[in-house]
Every structure is written in structure tokens, then in C-alpha cells.
């Protein structure tokens, strides 16, 4: 159990255009995302926390306009970066947790390699 | 701040050749220490949590252990299978109100056949 489902897995575009990814729970019922950025030979930066039917909650220095967060339902989350640019070219990993408190595992999503030309 | 430090940034060892990954962690109050395994262009896969120190868990070759400053993850006999980024992560009491994880920046395992 406990399979999240990132989409899509490989993204290649314009500079101006703005992505959408989608994280999905496939069997269970995630609480609380996760939206993390990982450049190469890196740490997991954690760019926010989203909770179901909640505004997300942004880290330090993370633009919340430039990275739309979109929380609906219990399975499902988007992240949208608006109007791309070169420099947010980088591997975007989601999570999902059961819990919105307390100490259970995050599950992560394969990520999407978002190449901005 | 809380931190966490992985090492050695990268491993290498002969199949059968058993070793030790370590995870030095700084943090206001631990909630839980995670262990995940990150294949290249994946996302991590969960392997443990660790809730306090003198616990230790085991999944096949791998154990893993905790105490008030860091975490072992142990690899015994490890085969070629075992190559991967291990990665440590700690959650921390914020307040209490969140779960968010505190990630270092791995240790690379490759074993060699």
C-alpha cells in the first residue's frame, strides 16, 4: 500500500509557458502533500505543505505566485509553475501523508523532470 | 537550526562487504528520524522511522538504529541491488502542528559485484 502517482514523469517547454503536475494517492487517503524541489546531487528542498481543502503553506523564499498549489480532494494535488523560466528547470517531487499530524511516513511520487528551454 | 548531516557522501563496497551509512541530526525536539532509499530519477522509498533513541528496526540486509544524536543505517552483505542514494530525514516538533521532514543530502551506495 501506500503508492503515489506523479504525472507526468518528463516535461520539456518553452521559456513562458506555464506546467501543471499532478500527485495522486492511488490507496489511500493523503491529508497533507508535500511539494519538494531536488537539484542535482542534493538535498529534498521543501517547497510547501499543502492540506486538503487548505491554502498551502509556502517555505522561506519560495514564490507562491510563481508555484501554484492546488490541494481538492484527499488524493489528489497540483502544482502549477507559472510562467517558467530556465532557472526553475529542476526535478519536482511530491509526497502525501495519511496524517496531518504526528509522525507517519511520507510517500513520494516518482517526480517530474521539468526542463525549461 | 535544525540539521541533519549525512556520511560518507558516497560508499563503495564489494558484494558481501558489510558497512555502516551515518545520519547526524540537530533538532528542537525529534518526533521521528526516516530512512529512504532514492533510486536515480525516482522518488524515495520509505524503508524506516525511528522514534527514540535505543530503537532499531531491520528490513532484510538493512538495520537501522538511533540514538539522541544520530542514526545507523547497518547494510549487511549488501548485493549489487543495494546501490542507491540512502537518505535520512528528521521530523522535528514545530509547535507541534506539522509533519514536514528535514532531509540530508544522502549518502550514495555502490556495490560492486
Known amino acids: 500500500g501506500a503508492v503515489v502517482s506523479q504525472h507526468p514523469s518528463r516535461v520539456i517547454c518553452k521559456s513562458g509557458t506555464s506546467v501543471k503536475i499532478e500527485c495522486r494517492s492511488l490507496d489511500f487517503q493523503a491529508t497533507t502533500m508535500f511539494w519538494y524541489r531536488q537539484f542535482p546531487k542534493q538535498s529534498l528542498m521543501l517547497m510547501a505543505t499543502s492540506n486538503e481543502g487548505s491554502k498551502a503553506t509556502y517555505e522561506q523564499g519560495v514564490e507562491k505566485d510563481k508555484f501554484l498549489i492546488n490541494h481538492a480532494s484527499l488524493t489528489l494535488s497540483t502544482l502549477t509553475v507559472t510562467s517558467a523560466h530556465p532557472e526553475d528547470s529542476s526535478f519536482y517531487i511530491c509526497?502525501?501523508?495519511?496524517?496531518?499530524?504526528?509522525?507517519?511516513?511520507?510517500?513520494f511520487g516518482d517526480g517530474t523532470r521539468l526542463s525549461i528551454l | 537550526e535544525d540539521q541533519v548531516t549525512q556520511s560518507p557522501e558516497a560508499l563503495r563496497l564489494q558484494e558481501g562487504e558489510s558497512s555502516s551509512l551515518n545520519c547526524s541530526y540537530t533538532?528542537?525536539?525529534?518526533?521521528?528520524l526516516f530512512w529512504y532509499r532514492q533510486d536515480p530519477g525516482k522518488g524515495p522509498e520509505f524503508l524506516f522511522t525511528l522514534y527514540s533513541a535505543g530503537e532499531e528496526k531491520e528490513k532484510e540486509r538493512l538495520k537501522a538504529t538511533l540514538t539522541k544524536k544520530e542514526s545507523f543505517l547497518h547494510i549487511t552483505a549488501p548485493k549489487p541491488e543495494d546501490s542507491a542514494t540512502y537518505l535520512c530525514?528528521?521530523?522535528?516538533?514545530?509547535?507541534?502542528?506539522?509533519?514536514?521532514?528535514?532531509f540530508g543530502t544522502g549518502t550514495l551506495l555502490a556495490v560492486q559485484p
Open positions: 530525514a528528521v521530523q522535528a516538533l514545530y509547535g507541534g502542528a506539522t509533519n514536514k521532514l528535514i
Open positions: 533538532v528542537s525536539g525529534l518526533r521521528g
Open positions: 509526497s502525501a501523508s495519511r496524517s496531518r499530524r504526528g509522525n507517519q511516513p511520507q510517500h
